[in-house]
C-alpha cells in the first residue's frame, strides 16, 4: 500500500538546452489516449476514475486527478495498490509524459513532464493546430441540402431563423470537408444574384458542384417506380366517364402513403404524424449517388423535409438508397423593438452597433475601405457567435437591445474573439518591425529552443487546455455523424464557440500579464522566442476553428 503523499516518480530525460531531446523521437501526445491508458490500468466497470484537470489553481499542483471518493469504490480507503501504480508508470509513464503519480488525501494525482510536453507541441505544430482528416474506407461523399435555400426567396424575405440554419449548413460543410469529405452543396444560388451578395456578406459562398440535368428517362424510371408502387394511389382517367377515378390537385400525379411505407419499414424517428405526400415531377433532377443526404432545416419546415426524406427512400432502390439525416435548428425568438427585423435588416443594425463600438474605441481612425472591410468582418463574426453558440437544436432567444463591445468577454462575444486574434497579428507585426530594425535577431531553429524557460502558469495552461485538445474539440463537432440509429443529426458548433471564447479569455489574461516581447538583450532572447513559439501555436488554433465558419481573423484593430 502507498500511504498518502508517497510519490512514485519517473526517471526524467534531459530537456534542457532544446537540443538534447530530438522531438521527432517523442511520442505524440493525445488527451483521449492518456485517459484511455489511465482508466485501462485503474479504471472501474461503473464509469470514470480519471479527471483531467483545467482550472488554473488546481493545475498548479496537478494534472490529472483519481478522486479518493471513486477510488473508494475500488480500493481499500481509497489506496492504490503500489504496484498497478508501478505498472502504469513501466507501461505508459514514457508514452503519456508521466513525470511523477502521487497519493495525496484528495486522491490519486499526475504530473506531467511539462518541458518535455511543450517541446513535443510546439515543435510539432500541425500535428496539434490542424484537423485530422478522418481514415475513411474511400472517398465520402455528402450532399448538403440547405432547405431555406430551396426555391426563390430573395434576401428580402431571409428570416433570422433561415440564416441560423444557412450559417450552420456552411459551418457544417466546412468542417466536413477538412475531414476528408467531399461535400456537394444543393441547391445551385447561381441564378439568385440578389441572395448570393447577401450571404457573400458573411464569407458563405453556396455553390453547387452537383450537376442538376434535363433527364426524362430518369423521371419516366421514377413515375413507373410510383406506378407501381404499393404506397401510391394514382391519378387515372375512367375510360367510360373520361373522367379520373382519383381526385388530385392540378398538376399533381400521385398520391404516397408516406405512414403506410414507415410502419412497414419499422422506420423510427419520423414525425408521427406523416400521412400522405402528393406527387408531381418536373424535368430536372439532380444528379447523386452513393453519398449521405443531410438535410438542413429550420423546425417549421422540418415536417415537409421529412415528407421529402419518405419519398426519396420509396423512389430508391436497394442498390442504390441514400443515407439520409436531418440537422434542425430551433427557432429564433427576437424581443425588443426590433424584434420583426429581417436578416438583412438584422446584419445592418449589428453593422451600425459595430461601427459606433469601433468609433468609441479607436476615434476617428476607423474610416476608409480597409476599416469598412474591419467592420464588416467583425459585423458578421458578431452574428455567427451570436446564432450558432447556442446549440442549434434549442430555440434562441436574441436581445437586439444589447449592444456590441469589442473588448467585452461574453458567451456568445464573437467581437471579444476577433480582438484578441487581432492582438495575435499585432505581437507578430511587431516582433517583425523589430527584426526588420535590428533590434532583435531572427526567429531560430525550433531545435534551439530552451522549453524549460516556460514556467509561467499561464503557459501550461495555453497549452494544455486548448492547443493539446484542439483536434479532439474538433472532432467532437460531428460525433454523431458516426451513428446510424436516429435520422437526426447534431452538430456541436457551440462547443467550437465556447472554446474559442475560452481561449480568448485565458489568452487576454496572460497577455495582460505577461511581457513577451522583452528587451532587445541577448540573455533574454530564448525566452521570448519560446513565448512567441507558443504563440504561433494560438494564433493557428484561432485560425483553423475561425476557418470553418468562414471568418477571417484580422490582421489589425
Not at 419499414?265 to 400522405?276: I, Q, S
Not at 451600425?352 to 463600438?357: D, P, R
Amino acid at each position: 500500500m502507498m500511504g498518502s503523499g508517497v510519490a512514485i516518480k519517473m526517471a526524467q530525460p534531459c530537456t534542457g538546452g532544446g537540443a538534447a531531446v530530438a522531438a521527432a523521437a517523442a511520442p505524440e501526445f493525445s488527451l483521449a489516449s492518456c485517459a484511455a491508458a489511465l482508466e485501462a490500468v485503474l479504471g472501474g466497470r461503473d464509469g470514470r476514475v480519471w479527471f483531467k484537470e483545467s482550472s488554473g489553481r488546481n493545475l498548479r499542483s496537478r494534472d490529472w486527478i483519481a478522486p479518493r471518493g471513486a477510488l473508494s469504490k475500488l480500493y481499500p480507503q481509497g489506496q492504490v495498490p503500489g504496484d498497478l501504480i508501478e505498472r502504469l508508470l513501466s507501461e505508459y509513464g514514457h508514452r503519456l509524459y508521466i513525470r511523477s503519480c502521487i497519493q495525496t488525501g484528495a486522491g490519486l494525482v499526475i504530473h506531467l513532464d511539462h518541458p518535455a510536453l511543450f517541446q513535443q507541441v510546439l515543435s510539432n505544430l500541425p500535428l496539434y493546430t490542424r484537423p485530422l482528416k478522418s481514415v475513411l474506407p474511400k472517398r465520402k461523399c455528402v450532399i448538403l441540402n440547405c432547405a431555406p435555400l430551396q426555391g426563390s426567396r430573395g434576401p428580402e424575405s431571409m428570416t433570422i431563423n433561415h440564416l441560423r440554419t444557412i450559417l450552420l449548413a456552411d459551418h457544417l460543410a466546412e468542417v466536413l470537408r477538412q475531414q476528408g469529405y467531399v461535400v456537394r452543396a444543393v441547391p445551385n444560388l447561381q441564378q439568385n444574384a440578389g441572395v448570393c451578395k447577401f450571404l457573400r456578406s458573411f464569407g458563405v459562398n453556396w455553390t453547387s458542384s452537383l450537376e442538376t440535368v434535363s433527364d426524362d428517362r430518369k423521371v419516366s424510371d421514377f413515375k413507373k417506380i410510383l406506378s407501381e408502387s404499393v404506397y401510391t394511389e394514382c391519378g387515372q382517367m375512367d375510360t367510360l366517364s373520361n373522367q379520373t377515378c382519383l381526385t388530385l390537385p392540378k398538376g399533381v400525379g400521385y398520391k404516397v402513403n408516406l405512414r403506410l411505407f414507415l410502419k412497414e419499414k419499422e422506420l423510427e424517428g419520423y414525425d408521427t404524424n406523416l400521412n400522405v405526400a402528393l406527387v408531381c415531377f418536373e424535368s430536372q433532377v439532380d444528379a447523386a449517388d452513393q453519398c449521405t443526404a443531410i438535410h438542413v432545416v429550420g423546425c417549421e419546415e422540418e415536417f415537409q423535409q421529412q415528407k421529402i426524406d419518405v419519398l426519396w427512400r420509396i423512389l430508391s432502390s436497394e442498390t442504390d438508397r441514400v443515407t439520409q439525416r436531418h440537422l434542425v435548428c430551433g427557432s429564433v425568438r427576437t424581443k425588443g423593438e426590433h424584434s420583426h427585423l429581417s436578416a438583412v435588416q438584422y446584419f445592418q443594425f449589428r453593422k451600425s452597433q459595430m461601427l459606433e463600438a469601433s468609433v468609441m474605441k479607436y476615434g476617428n481612425i476607423v474610416q476608409g475601405d480597409s476599416w469598412a472591410e474591419i467592420i464588416n468582418n467583425m459585423t458578421s463574426a458578431v452574428i455567427k457567435f451570436e446564432l450558432l453558440a447556442t446549440s442549434h437544436r434549442n430555440p434562441l432567444n436574441l436581445d437586439l437591445a444589447q449592444g456590441v463591445n469589442i473588448s467585452t468577454k461574453g458567451t456568445r462575444s464573437g467581437a471579444f474573439v476577433m480582438y484578441n486574434c487581432a492582438r495575435l497579428a499585432t505581437l507578430f507585426d511587431h516582433f517583425n518591425n523589430s527584426v526588420e530594425k535590428g533590434l532583435y535577431p531572427r526567429f531560430p531553429e525550433i531545435s534551439q529552443l530552451n522549453f524549460p524557460v516556460l514556467r509561467e502558469e499561464g503557459e501550461w495552461l495555453l497549452l494544455y487546455n486548448y492547443i493539446i485538445p484542439f483536434r479532439e474539440v474538433f472532432v467532437q463537432i460531428t460525433h454523431s455523424m458516426s451513428s446510424t440509429k436516429d435520422i437526426h443529426l447534431n452538430v456541436n458548433s457551440e462547443t467550437l464557440c465556447k472554446f474559442l471564447v475560452n481561449l480568448s479569455m485565458d489568452f487576454s489574461s496572460y497577455y495582460n500579464r505577461v511581457h513577451i516581447l522583452g528587451e532587445p538583450l541577448e540573455h533574454l532572447f530564448n525566452q521570448m522566442f519560446t513565448r512567441l513559439q507558443l504563440m504561433k501555436g494560438l494564433r493557428e488554433v484561432f485560425h483553423t476553428a475561425l476557418g470553418t465558419f468562414h471568418i477571417l481573423p484580422p490582421s489589425q484593430l
